[in-house]
């Protein structure tokens, strides 16, 4: 039967099978209906057939002296707190705060190289030399600046000298003041230009320069762009890469519709297929704002220590999420029925009257039903005899 409401199709075999049972009831209702028409007429003229309910707006009433008092049975529905237990997959991936592409600060010839990809490094270490002819011109502009500034300096004293005995013009003080100024000027900026491209180690050998290559930090080199020989000449590229892995994050692809249930600060439990028999517990530390378009999930981010290096990245993990304050309400598949394609329960307002009220299932066994939405944990409804009320 095709149907309008896609709840409807969510319906059990169990529970169809309760709407069913609900069924044979009314007609065993029905059967007893027609055997009472068939008593004597002195019997059914000896007093009225008493009223089974009454239909007020949205109420179903049941008048006290009615049959169905003795059929109608009300439960309060079961609520509570439930411990789901929520599963996404998952990744390692190295901490970026915690790696360093290493670009030299100008081009050159690599002339020396120290490390190899998976090599463990120290901060200060010297990975690679390389020549550079842009160093050694810095070092010439810093050597022809010294000098420039040394004659300025130079000349400065003498018109100085010339002034004060009164044999030069007061102009010819100021252009030497001028000149020592601007020399003064060239060779710091010079000096702060060599400082900056040298650093620490570098050297000048003859007509050559060379500037040693520095790990700044602790790690592992994971990516290595050159060669023994190499020539560097887009300075902009990194030449390798140097990981920290002591700390790594186990990233969580969180489905769209499951967002609400997530947030940073959660715990979580995280499995390894390479550690089957051990559990990691961590929290969530932060959740991506950015959506991806294909595959309708986010990333949540999960910080763990690694110094015995036990975590490698590109492993695959399974992150389990407990929500414990889910609220969960249940009835029988008993209090079930259909009604215009549509899945209703009975819910008592006060004693023998009764409302109809739709209903969206969520999981169930064998007996029961969680209800997604349609009722209050603190509504009590009919679990069997509803559908006598049916009409």
């Given at each position: 039967?095709?149907?309008?409401?896609?709840?409807?199709?969510?319906?059990?075999?169990?529970?169809?099978?309760?709407?069913?049972?609900?069924?044979?009831?009314?007609?065993?209702?029905?059967?007893?209906?027609?055997?009472?028409?068939?008593?004597?007429?002195?019997?059914?003229?000896?007093?009225?057939?008493?009223?089974?309910?009454?239909?007020?707006?949205?109420?179903?009433?049941?008048?006290?002296?009615?049959?169905?008092?003795?059929?109608?049975?009300?439960?309060?529905?079961?609520?509570?707190?439930?411990?789901q237990v929520i599963s996404f997959p998952g990744m390692v991936e190295a901490n970026t705060a915690a790696s360093a592409n290493i670009e030299p600060p100008l081009t050159g010839r690599i002339v020396q190289l120290?490390?190899?990809?998976?090599?463990?490094?120290?901060?200060?270490?010297?990975?690679?030399?390389?020549?550079?002819?842009?160093?050694?011109?810095?070092?010439?502009?810093?050597?022809?600046?010294?000098?420039?500034?040394?004659?300025?300096?130079?000349?400065?004293?003498?018109?100085?000298?010339?002034?004060?005995?009164?044999?030069?013009?007061?102009?010819?003080?100021?252009?030497?003041?001028?000149?020592?100024?601007?020399?003064?000027?060239?060779?710091?900026?010079?000096?702060?230009?060599?400082?900056?491209?040298?650093?620490?180690?570098?050297?000048?050998?003859?007509?050559?320069?060379?500037?040693?290559?520095?790990?700044?930090?602790?790690?592992?080199?994971?990516?290595?762009?050159?060669?023994?020989?190499?020539?560097?000449?887009?300075?902009?590229?990194?030449?390798?890469?140097?990981?920290?892995?002591?700390?790594?994050?186990?990233?969580?692809?969180?489905?769209?519709?499951?967002?609400?249930?997530?947030?940073?600060?959660?715990?979580?439990?995280?499995?390894?297929?390479?550690?089957?028999?051990?559990?990691?517990?961590?929290?969530?530390?932060?959740?991506?704002?950015?959506?991806?378009?294909?595959?309708?999930?986010?990333?949540?981010?999960?910080?763990?220590?690694?110094?015995?290096?036990?975590?490698?990245?590109?492993?695959?993990?399974?992150?389990?999420?407990?929500?414990?304050?889910?609220?969960?309400?249940?009835?029988?598949?008993?209090?079930?029925?259909?009604?215009?394609?549509?899945?209703?329960?009975?819910?008592?307002?006060?004693?023998?009257?009764?409302?109809?009220?739709?209903?969206?299932?969520?999981?169930?066994?064998?007996?029961?039903?969680q209800i997604v939405s349609g009722l209050n944990p603190s509504d009590r409804v009919i679990v069997s005899g509803g559908v006598l009320l049916n009409d």
């Amino acid at each position: 039967m095709p149907s309008t409401n896609h709840n409807a199709s969510k319906l059990s075999v169990g529970s169809k099978l309760a709407i069913a049972f609900g069924g044979c009831l009314l007609i065993g209702l029905i059967w007893i209906v027609l055997f009472h028409k068939n008593e004597p007429a002195e019997a059914k003229n000896s007093s009225p057939p008493p009223e089974m309910f009454k239909h007020q707006g949205d109420e179903y009433i049941v008048p006290n002296h009615s049959p169905l008092i003795s059929h109608l049975k009300v439960m309060p529905v079961s609520s509570g707190g439930s411990a789901q237990v929520i599963s996404f997959p998952g990744m390692v991936e190295a901490n970026t705060a915690a790696s360093a592409n290493i670009e030299p600060p100008l081009t050159g010839r690599i002339v020396q190289l120290n490390v190899k990809i998976g090599d463990h490094v120290h901060k200060g270490q010297v990975l690679a030399i390389m020549s550079s002819g842009d160093l050694a011109q810095a070092y010439a502009d810093v050597s022809k600046a010294k000098d420039s500034l040394s004659l300025a300096n130079a000349s400065l004293k003498r018109a100085r000298e010339v002034n004060a005995i009164g044999a030069n013009a007061n102009k010819d003080l100021e252009a030497a003041q001028s000149t020592q100024i601007q020399a003064k000027d060239e060779y710091e900026r010079a000096t702060q230009r060599l400082k900056t491209l040298a650093g620490h180690g570098a050297k000048l050998s003859g007509s050559e320069a060379f500037l040693p290559i520095v790990s700044p930090i602790n790690g592992d080199v994971t990516a290595l762009n050159v060669g023994l020989g190499s020539f560097i000449n887009d300075n902009t590229n990194a030449i390798l890469t140097i990981a920290n892995f002591d700390q790594v994050w186990v990233t969580a692809n969180i489905p769209e519709a499951q967002l609400n249930q997530v947030h940073t600060g959660l715990e979580v439990d995280v499995t390894f297929p390479a550690y089957p028999n051990q559990v990691f517990h961590g929290r969530i530390g932060n959740i991506s704002n950015v959506l991806d378009s294909d595959t309708r999930r986010t990333k949540a981010r999960i910080l763990f220590d690694n110094t015995n290096m036990k975590l490698k990245p590109n492993m695959f993990a399974t992150v389990q999420i407990k929500n414990n304050n889910q609220q969960k309400i249940t009835v029988p598949q008993s209090a079930l029925l259909m009604n215009n394609e549509q899945i209703t329960v009975f819910v008592e307002t006060k004693p023998h009257t009764y409302v109809r009220k739709v209903v969206e299932l969520g999981s169930e066994n064998d007996t029961d039903v969680q209800i997604v939405s349609g009722l209050n944990p603190s509504d009590r409804v009919i679990v069997s005899g509803g559908v006598l009320l049916n009409d």
